[in-house]
């Protein structure tokens, strides 16, 4: 199943939105739809992390997904499996 994701962002002094659909397991979203947005929203927001080159003020200003639901306190919850 899809999910759409919005991000607000701010890096080296300018606030950015990203946005895009991703794949999730059905089981995983029938069970915890937005700690499955969470992680999803986490790993884009590596990834994005990497490819800009962010600088040290970076930070998750909001994590929107479905057009409404906000799981911005969640996504700055998960932490990468060490």
């Known amino acids: 199943m899809n ?7 701010h890096s080296k002094g300018t606030k950015f ?3 895009g659909s991703f794949s999730v397991l ?3 979203f029938k069970k915890d739809p937005d700690w499955t947005a969470a992680i999803a929203a986490y790993e884009w927001i ?3 992390k990497n490819k800009f080159a962010v600088s040290d003020d970076f930070r998750i200003d909001g994590v929107i997904y479905n057009e409404g639901i906000d799981i911005t306190e969640l996504v700055k919850k998960v932490k990468p499996y060490k």
């Open 3 to 9: 999910i759409n994701i919005k991000v607000y962002l």
């Open 17 to 19: 939105l990203q946005s």
């Open 26 to 28: 059905n089981s995983d």
């Open 46 to 48: 590596q990834q994005i």
